[in-house]
């Protein structure tokens, strides 16, 4: 037996019916090809990686992950750190690149894989295995165990029940069916390390299955990185401390289509402040005549990133001398400011562009809560849940 899915409030069915709408929009726009469109998207994939690592407590800073996905190395991540970014980067990319063409099959061989993709830098965490003991979850802060994870025994049988599951036909809504995913491999904790982010990523791929336009974009790992807590409790909630799947799973329903919900009026408002910081770029650059060559970089800067002469000369395929020489100008003029020294050096966003950023946020629009009790419900609802260890 496995966590089934719940039967969808009245509430959980106008969020989910509001959601599509919002991504509908996002459809309808990402249709029309627009030359920001790829800075967004590596934008997002590096803020998803960023975001369900951190909930395993490895953070880097956005360009970092960035790097992870251009192949390049980390201006300031850690080896060990980064090795958990990169392998994460590996199994997500797979994900969205192979998960929704024809000849894909989903089965515990493909769960399998996808973890060792993950783990493969750490041969001491069995990637690719099943783990052959017991498992436990602990809480950092406290040092108490929160939850237990069913006999290494039944982990074989229940991703099988679980795969079956997955592959059956059903009507469910792609969203809910990701959440569950997510929900049952987390709980069945089938590995010594990297269930966490192995629920994440399957998520995604579910959503891919699905159909969902862009799964890159629809993706919640940056949301729930933001919201480890608030994740935390309602695994808490759902699990009372072991593996119990007859648990109704409800909140956790609404926690991912809270998820879903708020990710993307954030992307939506991403869209419109891409197309503004553009515009503005373009003025800049052409009162300065600038040449187009440096607009990602000054993209990149005014979003936060660091940027890198060796990342310049390999995106802009141009020579490094004139890669010095346009990072030199644009420090000049004040769009970038050089920080370090050789082979540490690199440049940020300066006043001019930090001006402009400030500019395009002013406006920026609140977020809509679509369950607006949730969280003082996971707050009151956690309290009751005793430890294991208790």
């Given at each position: 037996m496995i966590y089934s899915t719940p039967p969808m409030s009245e509430q959980d069915a106008a969020v989910l019916e509001d959601i599509h709408g919002l991504r509908a929009k996002l459809a309808y726009h990402l249709r029309t090809p627009r030359r920001w469109e790829g800075s967004l998207r590596r934008n997002m994939l590096a803020r998803a990686i960023r975001g369900s690592n951190s909930i395993?407590?490895?953070?880097?800073?956005?360009?970092?992950?960035?790097?992870a996905l251009d192949d390049e190395d980390p201006l300031s991540a850690d080896r060990t750190t980064f090795a958990e970014i990169r392998g994460y980067r590996q199994a997500l990319g797979y994900v969205l690149a192979m998960a929704s063409g024809p000849h894909f099959a989903l089965d515990s061989s493909?769960?399998?894989?996808?973890h060792y993709m993950m783990l493969s830098h750490a041969l001491d965490k069995s990637?690719?295995?099943?783990?052959?003991?017991?498992?436990?979850?602990?809480?950092?802060?406290?040092?108490?165990?929160?939850?237990?994870?069913?006999g290494a025994e039944a982990v074989?049988?229940?991703?099988?029940?679980?795969?079956a599951d997955l592959n059956r036909d059903s009507k469910i809504d792609p969203l809910?069916?990701?959440?569950?995913?997510?929900?049952?491999?987390?709980?069945i904790h089938a590995f010594r390390d990297g269930n966490g982010r192995m629920a994440?990523?399957?998520?995604?791929?579910?959503?891919?299955?699905?159909?969902?336009?862009?799964?890159?974009?629809?993706?919640?790992?940056e949301w729930l990185g933001r919201n480890t807590d608030d994740y935390y409790r309602v695994l808490k909630i759902i699990g009372q401390g072991s593996w119990q799947p007859e648990n109704d799973a409800s909140l956790w329903v609404a926690f991912n289509l809270r998820a879903h919900h708020i990710q993307a009026q954030t992307l939506d408002r991403r869209l419109v402040e891409a197309q503004s910081t553009w515009q503005a770029l373009d003025d800049l650059m052409r009162d300065h005549g600038l040449p187009e060559r440096i607009a990602t970089e000054l993209y990149d800067a005014t979003v936060g990133f660091r940027i890198?002469?060796?990342?310049?000369?390999?995106?802009?395929?141009?020579?490094?001398?004139?890669?010095?020489?346009?990072?030199?100008?644009?420090?000049?003029?004040?769009?970038?400011t050089a920080v370090g020294q050789t082979k540490g050096r690199h440049y940020v966003a300066g006043p001019l562009l930090r001006t402009l950023r400030a500019d395009v946020v002013s406006n920026r629009p609140t977020i809509d809560d679509p369950y607006p009790w949730i969280h003082a419900a996971l707050h009151t609802n956690a309290r009751t849940v005793p430890n294991v260890s208790s």
């Open positions: 395993e407590g490895y953070h880097v800073e956005i360009d970092d992950a960035a790097a493909t769960i399998r894989s996808l990637p690719g295995q099943y783990r052959n003991g017991p498992i436990y979850v602990h809480d950092g802060s406290t040092g108490t165990t929160v939850y237990e994870g069913p074989p049988g229940l991703m099988e029940e679980f795969m809910i069916r990701g959440a569950m995913a997510h929900l049952n491999l987390v709980m994440r990523a399957l998520q995604t791929l579910v959503l891919s299955r699905g159909g969902i336009t862009e799964p890159a974009f629809s993706s919640i790992e890198r002469r060796a990342s310049y000369v390999k995106r802009a395929e141009v020579e490094e001398r004139t890669a010095t020489r346009d990072l030199a100008r644009l420090a000049d003029l004040g769009l970038l």
